[in-house]
């Protein structure tokens, strides 16, 4: 744990009496950390030199935890000789740059997260029992053509760096401390148990990514003078959403608009003037001027920007991001199509290499992308990976990358994104651990009749992985906002926590009941961005593309935390039967009540856990337990203990019907005599 511990000499050599007020969020004092001031004018808040603060907390409630001759940049289960199991397991996922960012000195100047003060979160998540941390992308990104006030994560400039924003100024006025802070972060989850998984993004990267300069043909190019009104093609008299394939391939090519898409599209610059790249470059390397500036200003043109990979997506062009080429032709289906003397254009079936890809792939570019993840295994320690649409990918380079973080190590933890169960199998096969699904999506029916089924039958039990139980995501809205109503939150964060078949997701944020969402990408539209008070300062931003805070001073935190300990608490004591999905009772009769039963029995070892839930916050619900129980439960005696109830209910008599009251939320145990 060397990294952590030359962390805290770096701020023990700091160690001084900031000239300004250093503020913090009162919450963030979870360790009893005593020397501190407050300010009537800044309630929520406390005064605290950061140096001592932070120093105290990463001593007491880390550093104190630690085996001082343990190697903590090693990835937890690289040694392990069985196979991680993941169901069951609670996932948080963080953004680091907003997770911790706070005005620490005057109102409106707000400082960026960092690995440092997110090292000081750790404990306090531990306590709500997460195993594994999920890290929104942390690569060196692009100012270049941003969409707000910060460069979006996605819009990677250098996946082999960190992001500088990441480093923490108590740590010294110099970058070159970056990657020790970032190897701290990982030594400090492993000393506390707790796994590190990363988002990589493979597919897209910066419109200036640092490949640009050494090889301008790995992009696509349009006119500088299309930039501002550039959009993908959509298909005439059509305007639902289309997954491209062979039916519209045909009609997506034969599109009469097409010459005129196609039109916007130049060489790259080294193809229409070398002479004058030579030039630029050198620019380039001279002055450190931006790359792309330099070719826009010189050439006229620009690359492309990105897209989605669906017909008559209604989003606009991601305009800070674009697609390199895995290849250098066209699918073969598609041939018939293309000029070859005319420049290389892209599609959305250039963009699905899952389905149509060219034969002569970009060798320097496979094997560039290859060795990103073994990089971050070998110097960081990392111990998972999630990527970003990796579906859009070839098979053969996903299963190239698979096989490479494994010869690292074989344990290593790997997400898909993969919303349908249909697909799990083969992610399965392919390797992966557990899939995302849309579960966030299915929790909006949860006042409706047909939910158990939907949820049961339909997703969690038909999938060969687990599936991310999340009530909300980074590109959803949130969770507080969609269910606005405390006993309707509490139902469905009991539900998604006992749900068979699952890795349980929270969303940095989830536990201080923010509204504001992060990203517009899924279910959501311009108007999602202004759910908060137009007084509030966070009004009408996006953390993905501005300086965003959480409202770590809300009055509602203690309520929502005290429901997410409870059912992570329950979780951990019935792990062994709860992650186990053959343990799972799928009682009849269901499919379509206002009721919601979750049984697991294991009669070999002879436990059990109930959980039953009224979905219903205005009717009352009759129904007769005994009547779903299994004949082993029946033919046992006991009594049903209650571990958990929103009501006033002391105990659990199965042999008459239970009336449950509105909303009523009971787990129970039943314990022989």
């Avoid at 740590?171 to 030594?187: D, I, P, Q």
Wanted: glycine share 6%; proline share 5%; charged share 25%.
């Amino acid at each position: 744990m060397k990294n952590i511990l030359k962390l805290l000499e770096r701020l023990e050599k700091q160690k001084i009496n900031p000239a300004r007020p250093y503020y913090i969020p009162e919450a963030w004092n979870y360790f009893g950390f005593t020397d501190y001031a407050t300010d009537n004018d800044r309630a929520g808040e406390i005064v605290v030199n950061p140096y001592e603060f932070y120093s105290e907390c990463i001593e007491k409630n880390i550093i104190d935890k630690a085996d001082r001759k343990r190697d903590y940049l090693m990835a937890l289960d690289i040694k392990a000789e069985h196979a991680v199991e993941v169901s069951g397991k609670t996932v948080y996922s963080m953004l680091p740059r907003m997770l911790t960012a706070w005005e620490h000195t005057e109102k409106g100047h707000i400082h960026s997260g960092t690995f440092l003060k997110s090292i000081c979160y750790l404990p306090y998540l531990k306590s709500l029992g997460v195993d594994i941390i999920y890290l929104l992308p942390v690569f060196e990104v692009s100012d270049m053509y941003k969409k707000g006030e910060k460069a979006s994560p996605y819009a990677i400039k250098n996946i082999y760096k960190l992001d500088a924003d990441l480093h923490d100024p108590l740590a010294g006025e110099t970058l070159g401390f970056l990657e020790t802070e970032f190897k701290a972060f990982v030594e400090a989850c492993h000393i506390l148990n707790i796994r590190v998984m990363v988002d990589f993004v493979f597919r897209t990267f910066s419109r200036d990514n640092d490949l640009l300069a050494q090889h301008p043909e790995w992009l696509y190019w349009i006119d500088l003078n299309c930039n501002e009104t550039f959009a993908a093609p959509g298909l005439e008299g059509e305007k639902e959403l289309i997954l491209i394939d062979d039916k519209y391939l045909e009609v997506l090519y034969n599109n009469s608009k097409l010459n005129g898409y196609k039109a916007r599209f130049t060489y790259p610059p080294n193809v229409l003037d070398k002479e004058k790249w030579e030039k630029v470059l050198q620019i380039h390397r001279n002055t450190g001027k931006n790359i792309l500036k330099l070719v826009e200003e010189h050439f006229g043109i620009t690359t492309m920007p990105g897209f989605s990979n669906m017909l008559n997506d209604p989003q606009p062009p991601w305009k800070d991001v674009t697609y390199p080429k895995f290849y250098f032709d066209y699918d073969s289906r598609v041939s018939k199509y293309i000029d070859a003397a005319a420049p290389d254009f892209l599609m959305q079936d250039g963009v699905s290499l899952n389905k149509y890809h060219g034969s002569i792939k970009n060798e320097t570019m496979w094997s560039y992308t290859e060795g990103v993840i073994p990089y971050y295994q070998q110097n960081y320690g990392i111990d998972g990976a999630r990527i970003d649409m990796g579906h859009a990918l070839p098979p053969e380079l996903n299963k190239n990358i698979i096989r490479r973080t494994r010869e690292n190590n074989k344990n290593f933890l790997l997400w898909s994104e993969e919303f349908s169960v249909d697909k799990s199998l083969q992610a399965a096969k392919d390797g992966f651990h557990f899939i995302s699904g849309f579960l966030y999506g299915l929790y909006k029916e949860t006042q409706e009749p047909g939910f158990n089924k939907k949820l049961l039958e339909d997703v969690l039990l038909r999938s060969s992985l687990p599936v991310a139980a999340a009530m909300e995501t980074p590109d959803t809205p949130r969770s507080a906002y969609i269910h606005n109503n405390k006993r309707l939150l509490e139902i469905i964060t009991f539900i998604n926590g006992f749900i068979p078949n699952k890795v349980l997701f929270i969303n940095n944020g989830q536990e201080l009941m923010e509204y504001q969402p992060m990203n517009l990408g899924l279910d959501n539209t311009e108007a999602g961005r202004f759910v908060l008070d137009k007084n509030d300062p966070m009004y009408g931003k996006l953390a993905f593309f501005d300086n965003y805070y959480l409202k770590w001073t809300s009055t509602e935190k203690a309520w929502i935390e005290s429901i997410i300990k409870k059912v992570n608490a329950l979780n951990k004591e019935y792990s062994s039967l709860i992650s186990d999905k053959a343990n799972f009772i799928m009682p009849e009769g269901f499919n379509e009540s206002m009721v919601t039963v979750l049984i697991y029995f294991n009669q070999g070892a002879g436990k059990n856990i109930m959980l039953l839930i009224n979905r219903s916050i205005i009717d009352r619900q009759e129904i007769k337990v005994k009547d779903m129980l299994p004949a082993a439960f029946n033919s046992k005696t006991g009594k049903w203990v209650i571990k958990y109830t929103n009501q006033s209910r002391t105990g659990l008599d199965t042999t008459e019907s239970v009336s449950l009251l509105e909303g009523e939320i009971i787990v129970a145990e039943m314990q022989q005599s």
